[in-house]
Nanobody
Framework: QVHLVEFGGGLVQPGGSLSLSCAASGRTLTQYSMGWFRQAPGEERVFVAA????????YYADSVKGRFTISGDNAKNTVYLQMDSLKPEDTAVYLC????????????????????WGQGTQVTVSS
């Protein structure tokens, strides 16, 4: 069993920045990936970004490419999401996800590819 704990989130003005982090614990992980989805009220979960912690490869949704940066610390089983140039449409609950085995190159991006989900943290972009 893997437990995910998310940190960060909050209220920020349009154009501002915010950082999220998520730490995994509970079992030894190798060739795994972590990432983020987001879900706005009344909408489905949408992929944001993910990283293969073994290879360092990353993958981003087009909507956040160039504004968000995902990084990870394999030794700490932790993933980070730096969000810059935030827009009101980025407002959502951000959910940390983990795929226990991605191989040595692949970066998962579909809901069904992730084995564990965090509780989520609210990000609100508003003036």
């Amino acid at each position: 069993q893997v437990h995910l704990v998310e940190f960060g989130g909050g209220l920020v003005q349009p154009g501002g920045s915010l950082s999220l982090s998520c730490a995994a614990s509970g079992r030894t992980l190798t060739q795994y990936s972590m990432g983020w989805f987001r879900q706005a009220p009344g909408e489905e979960r949408v992929f944001v970004a993910a990283i293969n912690l073994y290879a360092g490869n990353t993958y981003y949704a087009d909507s956040v490419k160039g504004r968000f940066t995902i990084s990870g610390d394999n030794a700490k089983n932790t993933v980070y999401l730096q969000m810059d140039s935030l827009k009101p449409e980025d407002t959502a609950v951000y959910l940390c996800v983990l795929d226990t085995y991605s191989g040595n190159m692949y970066v998962p991006r579909k809901v069904r590819e992730f084995d564990y989900w965090g509780q989520g943290t609210q990000v609100t972009v508003s003036s």
